[in-house]
């Protein structure tokens, strides 16, 4: 993607369900787990590189040995920091105590991080400071091990301030606003009370303090814990916990909005949120992995029983189309065919735009993650020449060998014009500096393209358009080709997100700017403070009876009439070449993306409530002239 864009969070959940006895005996260590959960968050550090942090629990640990272990980093490269600080201590503890090398019960009782249960995190901070503090797992520490929580996710919500009003209300003092602490303490209270109710039981049966404890982990409802506590989340979430005497969870929101995946046999329980990344790391088949359902939890209790329950209703599903397009990794076999797709659907336009001059036009895209819609692109093109070709060749007379060959030898013009300097930074702020450098962000490959060219190409998406107008386009129109047509293999980003997205502000999306400029270019600039006012005017209704009016806005034009004008907008009169811009349909969109309908971020149908009242307080923050979040 051109524009940087920070999204998402990765998690990794390992339950053994063996000894570690066996994993030693099998895979030459009882290191197994770790080893694999490094393995899960290397595949998904796409995800996330502001920080990583990990967690582990050993089960049936004597009282007065530790049974939690967690590190985390926010360093340059957090997986390998939080590791190699793991590695350093293990092999530290082996020199040290020679014993330990081959007792794995010595291994289990004195060594850290070595346990049953793991839980791995790499984050891009959309919220709050990116400080160590910020990164997951968070702990929730209490001398009762039933009571200890241990919490990772990929979430936002969009009412943690209603969710932290609760909190007051039921006596809570949290030291945080922030949803992760948000979330981790509505959940823990609800530990807590059914820690106590069921200590209170057992007591009445006659059972001693010590006695309870074993029995209270063996009936503990984490399914009924989570029901209580989720009650009036909203948001998209995929969130994992693991309690302190060894169950676990993965809860994944009601509308699918963020992704999970498991995969289960008679060694592990495996979580992530990316499919190929469990099937690379436990190399099983495709069809062994997966998707946990909408609104409902993967739960293993500490006796290795493992459960799917149905947590909260299902509602429409609604999972995030950004997954198939930029965020998950393309290993994936169903994302990469989709990618392909939307490349596909997008070529009428493409000839269109070019006026079907396949000669004198060359095909390339914005490196890496947009390589899998060029492939598509370029099938679809040569679907067109090859009936064109057939074609010319039965409708020709008395052709020569020579003429066949010259027609058969056309084919697309593929050439890779951009190319990006992976760690050229902007330390420079100041901003005729910053620009300068900017433009320098991306570099072309000179002596493919004649003046009489078109260049067409394609990019994930087109968020905010900054490195288009200061960079790419400026690096292209060097080239001297008489049109540049800029293709985004998403539709237009019309709205912000508020389920893990960064894109808390509506005037920073170029679409955004551009209905903007086609409202004063057409009078009808009064428009937007309506708008305004009808937005000011649902400030304190309920989240369900909110509506997002922004929509008037966009309804004045066309698709087509905002393409053209973002093309004005990410040039200028310094470039040369005439340009374009072609996004795609968003009923293309579903038509490639089947299972992925959520495309709040180009339509504005939210799937939550909180959804239209993020909206809502983003366009009176654009008005009012706030530079805040709308979230």
């Not at 937005?535 to 053209?564: H, M, P, R």
């Amino acid at each position: 993607m051109s524009d940087a864009l920070k999204h998402e969070c990765g998690i990794a959940l390992i339950r053994l369900l063996k000894p570690l006895e066996y994993y030693k005996e099998k895979y030459g260590t009882a290191f197994y787990g770790v080893n694999k959960m490094y393995l899960m968050m290397e595949k998904q550090h796409n995800r996330g590189q502001d920080g990583a942090g990990f967690a582990s629990i050993k089960l049936d640990t004597q009282p007065g040995e530790r049974y939690i272990s967690r590190v985390r980093s926010n360093a340059q490269q957090p997986i390998q920091d939080i590791f190699a600080q793991i590695n350093e201590r293990i092999n530290q503890e082996l020199i040290e105590n020679p014993e330990y090398n081959n007792d794995v019960a010595l291994q289990k009782r004195h060594i850290p991080y070595i346990g049953e249960v793991l839980l791995g995190h790499v984050r891009y901070g959309t919220f709050g400071k990116n400080s160590v503090e910020s990164v997951h797992p968070f702990l929730r520490q209490n001398n009762w091990m039933h009571r200890n929580l241990i919490l990772a996710g990929n979430f936002n919500m969009t009412n943690v301030t209603e969710l932290f009003d609760n909190l007051i209300r039921i006596g809570q003092h949290p030291k945080e606003k922030a949803d992760t602490i948000t979330i981790m303490e509505k959940i823990g209270h609800f530990l807590d009370d059914a820690v106590a109710k069921k200590y209170k039981q057992l007591k009445a049966e006659g059972l001693s303090k010590t006695e309870c404890s074993p029995i209270i982990a063996e009936r503990l409802n984490v399914g009924k814990i989570l029901k209580r506590a989720a009650k009036n989340f909203d948001g998209g979430y995929a969130m994992a916990g693991m309690l302190g005497h060894g169950d676990s969870f993965v809860l994944r929101d009601p509308a699918g909005i963020r992704p999970a995946y498991y995969y289960q046999d008679d060694e592990v329980v495996v979580v992530a949120s990316e499919r190929p990344v469990i099937q690379t790391v436990f190399n099983v088949d495709f069809d062994k992995v997966k998707e946990l359902d909408p609104g409902h939890a993967i739960i293993t209790k500490k006796s290795g029983k493992v459960k799917i329950e149905k947590i909260l209703e299902p509602t429409e599903r609604k999972a995030c189309s950004f997954e198939r397009i930029y965020f998950s990794r393309g290993s994936d076999a169903e994302i990469y065919q989709e990618r392909k797709t939307l490349g596909k659907l997008l070529m009428p336009k493409v000839l269109e735009t070019i006026n079907y001059d396949t000669k004198n036009s060359v095909f390339s895209y914005i490196p890496n993650t947009a390589e899998s819609s060029f492939f598509g692109m370029i099938e679809s093109v040569e679907d067109y020449l090859n009936k064109r070709k057939t074609k010319a060749i039965i409708e020709g007379k008395d052709l020569s060998e020579e003429q066949v060959t010259d027609i058969l030898k056309e084919r697309p013009r593929i050439e890779k014009i951009a190319i990006k300097d992976a760690k050229l930074r902007t330390f420079i702020t100041e901003d005729s500096s910053r620009d300068d450098l900017v433009e320098h962000v991306y570099d072309v490959t000179y002596g493919v393209i004649k003046n009489t060219d078109n260049i067409v190409i394609i990019d994930d998406s087109i968020v905010r358009g900054t490195t288009l107008k200061k960079s790419i386009i400026r690096m292209l129109d060097r080239l001297h080709p008489k049109r540049i047509v800029v293709v985004s293999s998403a539709p237009q980003i019309r709205y912000p997100d508020c389920y893990g997205i960064d894109m808390a502000n509506l005037e920073g999306l170029v679409a955004f700017r551009a209905m903007l400029s086609l409202l004063k270019d057409n009078n009808k600039y009064h428009l937007v403070e309506e708008v305004y006012n009808k937005c000011k005017a649902q400030v304190d209704l309920k989240d369900t009876k909110i509506q997002n009016f922004v929509k008037e806005l966009y309804d004045q034009f066309t698709d087509d009439e905002i393409s053209e004008k973002i093309a004005v907008l990410i040039s200028d009169d310094t470039i040369n070449a005439e340009v374009h811009t072609i996004f795609q349909s968003v009923e293309n969109l579903n038509k490639a993306c089947p299972k992925n309908l959520g495309d709040w971020y180009f339509t504005g149908n939210y799937p939550t409530p909180g959804g239209n009242r993020v909206v809502n307080r983003a366009f009176i923050n654009f008005f009012e002239g706030n530079n805040q979040r709308a979230y």
